[in-house]
């Protein structure tokens, strides 16, 4: 019988600190894994936490522009109070949203805690069990995460194949049944997180899009009048714009590492753990970064 979330996170807890006395070397590299897997889960929600406030503050700054935008126009103030409604509805949403990635990833830590008692430990039963609790919870939330939409994009449009793991041969005989019913569905849960950074990361790139179709628009007027003496080489950075690496696309490498490194080891091969500890430790400096000189938002 499955246990409830209320159930499963304290047992997650309990479970390690009793098996860890029993530890074994038999599965290392999933144990490892599993303590990556922690790790990401700590940091990844600070990612979600400057998605949304980039956010607002991109938000903020279109407001400002209508607003300064309406003497000129000959524009009341009602259109911009119904654009100052719609766009709080719309960024509850997204703040909705993204708790639900949030939860998810509590649900994926507690994962990764009894999956390292699993591999770690040999009198696995009562982690066997959690584990397998967990991984039902996951099985529950993915078709709500799919249906999730921001503006006109759908997580599930996100998600890229998930091909069938044939799992490797495990000393641990708990560990391996484990795997062999679950790893399909944890996996998934995984390709769910990279695919919400996914499809931020198009907002981003379709937003970016937008400024220079303006930007270009721009530089058209200034050619039928004098133009200013860097044209040429503004033009062309305008048109060679790249999205510049932020906390969304470390979320989003991260996430890669993480299923590819699950993908490799559940199969029974060598993984690549200092490629995913790299990638989680870039995703920490660059939240730290951000948070550190408050660039979060757009000015």
Request: hydrophobic share 45%; net charge negative; aromatic share 6%.
């Amino acid at each position: 019988m499955g246990l409830n979330y209320e159930q499963v996170r304290p047992t997650a807890f309990a479970v390690l600190a009793s098996l860890l006395i029993a530890a074994c070397a038999s599965n290392e590299k999933i144990a490892s894994f599993a303590q990556s897997g922690i790790a990401y889960t700590e940091e990844v929600p600070k990612a979600y936490d400057y998605a949304f406030a980039q956010a607002v503050d991109r938000n903020s700054a279109d407001l400002i522009k209508q607003r300064e935008r309406l003497p000129a126009n000959r524009l009341s103030g009602d259109r911009l109070k119904q654009a100052y409604g719609e766009n709080n509805e719309a960024l509850k949403r997204r703040l909705d949203y993204l708790g639900v990635m949030k939860r998810h990833l509590t649900t994926l830590q507690d994962y990764f805690i009894v999956l390292y008692a699993l591999a770690s430990g040999s009198a696995s039963a009562a982690a066997g069990e959690a584990a397998d609790g967990l991984a039902g919870q996951l099985a529950e939330l993915s078709p709500k995460i799919k249906d999730i939409s921001i503006g006109d994009k759908v997580l599930r449009d996100f998600v890229g194949p998930i091909a069938s793991l044939t799992v490797g041969a495990f000393v641990n005989a708990r560990l391996q049944e484990h795997l062999a019913a679950h790893a399909d569905t944890v996996r998934e849960g995984i390709a769910l997180q990279e695919a919400m950074f996914g499809l931020l990361l198009e907002i981003e790139s379709d937003r970016q899009e937008i400024k220079v179709d303006h930007q270009v628009a721009k530089e058209l007027a200034d050619l039928r009048r004098d133009l200013p003496a860097d044209w040429k080489e503004r033009r062309r950075q305008v048109l060679a714009f790249q999205l510049a690496p932020g906390p969304i696309s470390a979320a989003e490498e991260a996430s890669r590492q993480l299923g590819s490194n699950f993908d490799q080891l559940v199969q029974g091969g060598q993984g690549t753990l200092s490629s995913l500890e790299r990638a989680i430790a870039y995703l920490d400096t660059v939240v730290r970064l951000y948070e550190a000189n408050k660039l979060g938002g757009e000015q």
